[in-house]
């Protein structure tokens, strides 16, 4: 069962354009939503987080929209570069517990044009 | 200093080998991670630490075998490994585990299993 779904499985944008990745979650006890950046033979980073208090958060061309009710959050860069290219996976975790830990979504590559 | 090491980069094994990957941090964090990662996919939760001790694992087969010697360092012992278990060795820590902690990964191990 996947907890976190993520959507297109790839992307392919335009320089300057707006790139747009989507996220579905199922398990209403999840609370902290991080999405992660990876570059080929690196180590993910984290981008950006939300908790499910706000409905957006920015980060310079970084944007994450999170609506509770429908269980979504999605990723938006604004004015996309080349070097923007990369795997980007969302993620999900409780808060609390022992076990608390993050469930990746599967992850998408997106190639930015120049 | 904000990172977490890894060594080493790449490791080349035989099946009959037995090896070790480092990582280290000196952030203060008290918990630290193992992920395995197969290419085009997210990373796979394997062990944690919370407080040098463990408290996860995720039904990881004996031939992995982690350690934490100090709040500052993990270590994870191979042996007798499969040409499956080729794949990108991350670590990563956080402050603590669960809540809004943010996890920091390391570049990665690239392991191969001959």
């Known amino acids: 069962q996947q907890q976190v779904k993520q959507s297109p499985q790839s992307l392919i944008v335009q320089k300057g354009g707006i790139s747009i990745i989507n996220c579905a979650y199922e398990?209403?006890?999840?609370?902290?939503f991080p999405w992660y950046q990876q570059f080929p033979g690196k180590g993910p980073a984290l981008l950006i987080a939300i908790r499910p208090d706000v409905s957006e958060k920015k980060e310079g061309r970084f944007t994450i929209s999170f609506n509770k009710s429908a269980k979504q959050f999605s990723l938006h860069i604004m004015d996309s570069q080349p070097g923007d290219s990369a795997t980007y996976f969302c993620a999900a975790r409780k808060r609390h517990g022992a076990n608390s830990k993050l469930t990746f979504g599967k992850g998408i590559t997106l190639s930015v044009r120049p | 200093d904000t990172e977490v090491t890894q060594t080493p980069k790449h490791l080349v094994m035989g099946m009959t080998n037995k090896k070790s990957l480092k990582c280290e941090q000196h952030?203060?964090?008290?918990?630290m991670y193992w992920y395995k990662q197969k290419a085009k996919k997210p990373p796979e939760l394997m062990f944690v630490y919370s407080y040098e001790k463990l408290s996860i694992n995720e039904s990881v087969p004996s031939r992995f075998s982690p350690e934490c010697p100090n709040s500052s360092l993990l270590n994870l012992h191979l042996h007798a490994l499969q040409p499956e278990d080729s794949a990108l060795y991350l670590c990563?820590?956080?402050?603590?585990?669960?809540?809004?902690?943010?996890?920091?990964f390391g570049p990665g191990t690239r392991l191969t299993v001959l």
């Open positions: 952030m203060g964090h008290r918990a």
């Open positions: 398990n209403t006890a999840f609370d902290y």
């Open positions: 990563a820590s956080s402050p603590l585990v669960g809540s809004y902690n943010e996890q920091f």
